[in-house]
């Protein structure tokens, strides 16, 4: 079991940048991939980044790359989305979800690959 808390959501203005960051606990000793998705009404939710338990792997959308970067610190059980260059278009909600494994990598963006969730928090680009 694992639990996921999702921070550092609000209110900024497009160029702008934010840091999310993704608290887990329980049976952190086993090693998790850690993804980031986002959501808005109507919309499917969109894989946004992903890494695996060590951090050396990434995976990002098309949509963020050059733009997002996460990253990982396994000793505070801690995983941050760096978003910089904000665009309205990125406006959602953002949950993290962790996977206990993938057995084929390009899956990432699947929301069926993922064992549990935060609650997400809410990212809003306007000015």
């Known amino acids: 079991q694992l639990q996921l808390v999702e921070s550092g959501g609000g209110l900024v203005q497009p160029g702008g940048s934010l840091r999310l960051s993704c608290s887990y606990s329980?049976?952190?000793?086993?090693?998790?991939?850690i993804a980031w998705f986002r959501q808005v009404p109507g919309k499917d939710r969109e894989g946004v980044s992903y890494?695996?338990?060590?951090?050396?792997?990434?995976n990002y959308a098309d949509s963020v790359k050059g733009r997002f970067t996460i990253s990982r610190d396994n000793a505070k059980n801690t995983v941050y989305l760096q978003m910089n260059s904000l665009k309205p278009e990125d406006t959602a909600v953002y949950s993290c979800?962790?996977?206990?494994?993938?057995?084929?990598?390009?899956?990432?963006?699947?929301?069926?690959?993922?064992?549990?969730w935060g609650q997400g928090t809410r990212v809003t680009v306007s000015s």
């Open positions: 329980g049976e952190t000793s086993r090693r998790y991939g």
């Open positions: 890494t695996t338990s060590s951090g050396l792997t990434t």
């Open positions: 979800a962790a996977a206990l494994f993938i057995a084929d990598g390009s899956h990432w963006s699947f929301p069926t690959e993922y064992d549990y």
